[in-house]
């Protein structure tokens, strides 16, 4: 019964959902910018059909393609043999085997996947048996949906039509007939990158150059590419078009190929792939690498008089040339007998291991033979090196705000990436596109106040300010006892004494009670040095490099075992080149002392007012989920960062484990109950002080896509206010306190996105000489979304590159905030970050809580007999109850503090 009174509750909720309110805010000054929308001006011509396509595909025996000879000639369709195998590229040379020799599919566009939309009717069902696709027949069936009428997309995109309750339905004022929007919108996006999806690189929706390939360490290359979607404007629909960069493999000798890679990693290379050293979780590692990559024999091309597929790539074998023999014409030979027998060629490297090429039956190559083909991106599930991503990430942030926006319009034109005015699809159908960049209406929010001790108040400028002179604006007890701990042979005792003495003079001009008495130790891994630390109040540990392995032993140590707050430094970043510390200290000294004074229990700085909240009575909150990479196993971890003082400074966190990719939060109910109760008690025992009721909740969710709004709403929203009825509750019953019910407002921060606005230098209108724009430009017109209030804000200076605004999405608002109100507020969130003298791009409390999810390993604690490697976790049946049983939570101590700074 209890469940059924929830799920209505919740039903209920998500029917009473607040909708666009129309509202836009006025304060600060008025600005023309440039985005990289482009408007649709003509939406395509006719009636269209929408067809859902299902593939059979029948398999002869596979005497008729493979011999038993592993060196075989092999049929050019080995990459299809499997049917999970390049299942989208087999129905992608289908498709286009249809649009060639039948005239009802000439028109068509067809996602990739399972829709395809037809220019002509092709009936309810239509079965096309026996498409003689890669030698094998296939029988395609196309099954209509729906017609697809674009008439209702400008009255989409004005707001004029109701949402379901779902929203996922269009539903007409007048006749009350159902639609689906989406269907127009993947319609128009299908539109616009079927041409060019063909010819070019793509992955999901991007689509890569391969004319100006810039070549990094490792066997990689980036590529240039332009992301594109359509989506809804106001009042207009729109095509986004940005321009993003993509790794490609280095074209060429798999040999070349592999002696990059195997190098990088400081594998010793050929010696680590010969078949008689190389161990089994070798070979697992380097095939999670190289698994996948489209090859080619050139000793087998021509023969049989065509061209053959590209091979593609299942792994290392374990056998060499030299040791895997097979029958064949020749008799029973080795590989490297057969290479020099039927094709006069003598093998240079024999022992090392053969390739093993993806097929239904075993078939190997040497490595020698093959060549890398050009235009391969790397899988996502391919880990870059560090020193890789930081090469990537390097040329990235080199594309400027002019040369990107020159970029991204030039994509369109004739002959460029996109060319839109060159696609067969969008000719045809009369489907435009305004090739010059949208200007829009923004406005220059006025920077806030911050205050530090004695209600000094900085200066703010292009979003940052100077800290000298001022002191924090509440400094923790004073520590007395502290040490610092040495993991780095570069460091001796005597310049960590120095460092330590030039950081508590910084500390104590910024009124931060550090003891000069502390104490030094030397060891070569952490549990040699932090077993003298245990009474400590504060251990700094100085490391010689990034060892991820050292960090996490000394974060366990102090957030889980200890409660000791721990801060981890690198000796590069402290010291010369030439060795001793470095003359330039001071500024480093002075962010790392903010870190300490937020983790020993201390306040920065605050703020003096906020609009529209009374702060006193005003809870903030942040949330956040974070999922394993793709490809690796581990748990979706999930974060809330909560205000506890009467400032909205002072933040606690809590994290827990869940399912792996999901994105609702579990037992959001409890931790924001939790989060409620530590607030009281911070007001009431920590502080001394009389508890003001709670009369807002404000909440920054971060990490949700569009398509995911109407499931927090029915979710996390629902969970958030009866968490919050729990409270209430469990304080009457506590402290014979009784309260209202607090407003809540529930907004979603979006960082991923691909939206980008643009200041036209010297406010001239060329977008061809733009710069970033400055912090505190916030959009709330013609790019927003019709069915949300939302706005863009841009809140940081950007130090590099082209920089990116926060999305904000007011998903739920009972404050009945304006627009002007809820903008200010973010943008104060911003400048209240508390390692940092500058505004940050996403709200405090929402930062916060993704750095508490990034420690998740830091409470894991496997047992003796765990799995060795990640890949035998397969095994375990139930994943998260095991993740649960090995996750520990933060020390008491340190759990009213902000530790995770």
């Known amino acids: ?343 006069n060629r003598a093998l240079h490297h024999p022992t090392v291991c053969l390739i093993s090429i993806r097929s239904n039956d075993e078939i190997l190559f040497p490595i020698e033979t093959l060549m890398v083909l050009p235009g391969q991106l790397v899988a996502k599930s391919v880990k870059l090196l560090p020193s890789q991503a930081a090469e990537v990430q390097k040329i990235a942030q080199e594309m400027k705000p002019s040369p990107r926006l020159r970029s991204i319009t030039e994509s369109l034109r004739s002959n460029q990436v996109l060319a839109y005015e060159n696609s067969p699809v969008l000719v045809s159908s009369n489907f435009r596109i305004d090739l010059r960049p949208m200007i829009s209406k923004a406005r220059l929010l006025p920077p806030p106040d911050v205050l530090y001790r004695g209600n000094a108040r900085p200066s703010i400028a292009k979003g940052a300010w100077n800290m000298m002179q001022l002191k924090v604006w509440q400094s923790p007890q004073p520590v007395e006892k502290w040490a610092i701990c040495v993991i780095s042979p570069r460091c001796d005792r005597a310049t960590a004494s120095s460092f330590g003495r030039t950081l508590v003079g910084i500390c104590s001009q910024m009124g931060i009670p550090l003891n000069p008495n502390f104490q030094v130790f030397e060891g070569p891994t952490p549990m040699d040095v932090l077993a003298h630390c245990a009474p400590a109040s504060f251990v700094l540990c100085i490391l010689n490099g990034p060892e991820t392995s050292h960090k996490e032993a000394i974060k366990k140590w102090g957030d889980i075992q200890h409660g000791i707050p721990t801060q981890v430094i690198l000796w590069d970043k402290i010291s010369e080149r030439g060795g001793g510390l470095s003359r330039r200290l001071d500024q480093y000294c002075r962010n790392l002392a903010l870190k300490i004074n937020a983790k020993l229990g201390g306040i920065n700085c605050i703020p003096p007012s906020m609009p529209g909240i009374v702060l006193n009575s005003t809870i903030i909150m942040g949330l956040d989920v974070s999922h394993p990479s793709p490809g690796a196993l581990g748990p979706s971890v999930a974060a809330l960062a909560s205000s506890v003082d009467p400032a909205c400074s002072f933040y606690i966190g809590q994290s827990q484990v869940q399912q792996p990719r999901q994105e609702a939060i579990d037992n959001l109910q409890q931790m924001i109950t939790h989060a409620l109760r530590q607030q009281f008690m911070y007001v009431t025992r920590g502080l001394g002080k009389q508890y003001v009721p709670t009369t807002q909740v404000l909440v920054f969710r971060d990490g949700v896509s569009e398509g995911q709004f109407i499931d927090i709403i029915e979710f996390e929203v629902a969970q958030v206010k009866e968490g919050i009825t729990a409270w209430l509750a469990e304080l009457k019953k506590n402290a014979n306190i009784t309260i209202p019910m607090p407003r809540l407002t529930f907004v979603v921060v979006g960082k991923k996105h691909h939206f980008r606005m643009f200041e036209p230098r010297d406010h001239q209108p060329n977008y061809s000489r733009v710069d970033n724009c400055q912090s505190g430009t916030v959009i709330d017109r013609h790019v927003t979304n019709p069915y949300w209030d939302d706005y863009y804000l841009l809140s940081h200076a950007a130090l590099l590159g082209t920089s990116r605004p926060a999305h904000y999405s007011v998903l739920w608002d009972e404050t009945g905030f304006s627009a002007d109100q809820l903008q200010q507020i973010s943008f104060h969130l911003c400048h209240l970050y508390s390692r940092a003298t500058r505004a940050v791009s996403i709200p405090a409390p929402v930062y916060y809580a993704d750095q508490i999810c990034a420690r998740w390993r830091y409470h894991h604690f496997p047992q003796t007999d765990d799995p060795s490697a990640s890949d035998e976790l397969e095994g375990v049946e139930d994943q998260l109850a095991w993740y649960r049983s090995r996750w520990r939570p933060v020390h008491p101590r340190i759990a009213v503090k902000m530790y995770w700074m």
């Open 1 to 343: 019964m209890a469940t059924t009174d929830v799920s209505l509750r919740r039903a209920a909720l998500l029917k009473n959902r607040p909708m666009r309110s129309g509202k836009t805010g006025t304060i600060g000054r008025p600005l023309d910018i440039y985005t990289n929308n482009f408007e649709i001006l003509n939406f395509p011509e006719g009636t269209w059909y929408h067809y859902a396509v299902g593939w059979s595909l029948f398999f002869l025996s596979l005497a008729l393609f493979f011999t038993r000879n592993p060196l075989s000639d092999i049929s050019a369709e080995n990459d299809s043999a499997n049917p999970q195998f390049r299942r989208d590229e087999r129905n992608q040379r289908v498709i286009q085997h249809l649009k060639l020799n039948d005239l009802r599919f000439g028109e068509g566009v067809y996602d990739g996947k399972a829709i395809f939309f037809s220019r002509s009717e092709l009936g309810a069902v239509l079965e096309i048996p026996n498409v003689f696709e890669s030698q094998r027949p296939i029988n395609v069936t196309f099954t209509r949906i729906q017609a697809v009428d674009f008439s209702i997309l400008q009255r989409f995109a004005n707001g004029q039509i109701d949402l379901g309750d779902r929203g996922t339905c269009l539903v007409s004022s007048t006749d009350r007939q159902h639609i689906n929007p989406q269907v127009q919108v993947k319609l128009l996006s299908t539109c616009s990158t079927f041409s060019f999806a063909k010819r070019r690189p793509m992955k999901r929706r991007a689509i890569y150059s391969t004319a100006h390939l810039r070549p990094i360490r490792g066997g990689l290359q980036v590529a240039d590419g332009f992301i594109q979607s359509v989506r809804p404007g106001s009042p207009r629909m729109v095509v986004n078009v940005n321009y993003t960069s993509g790794v490609t493999w280095q074209p060429g000798a798999l040999f070349d190929l592999l002696k990059e890679i195997l190098r990088m990693r400081n594998w010793n290379f050929p010696r680590m792939l010969e078949a008689d050293t190389i161990r089994g979780d070798q070979i697992r590692e380097i095939n999670k690498l190289i698994k996948g990559i489209k090859v080619m024999a050139p000793h087998l091309e021509g023969r049989a008089g065509k061209r053959r597929r590209p091979l593609v790539i299942s792994g290392l074998h374990s056998k060499s040339a030299q040791s895997y023999r097979f029958d064949c014409n020749f008799g029973h030979v080795s590989v490297a007998q057969y290479f020099q027998m039927q094709y």
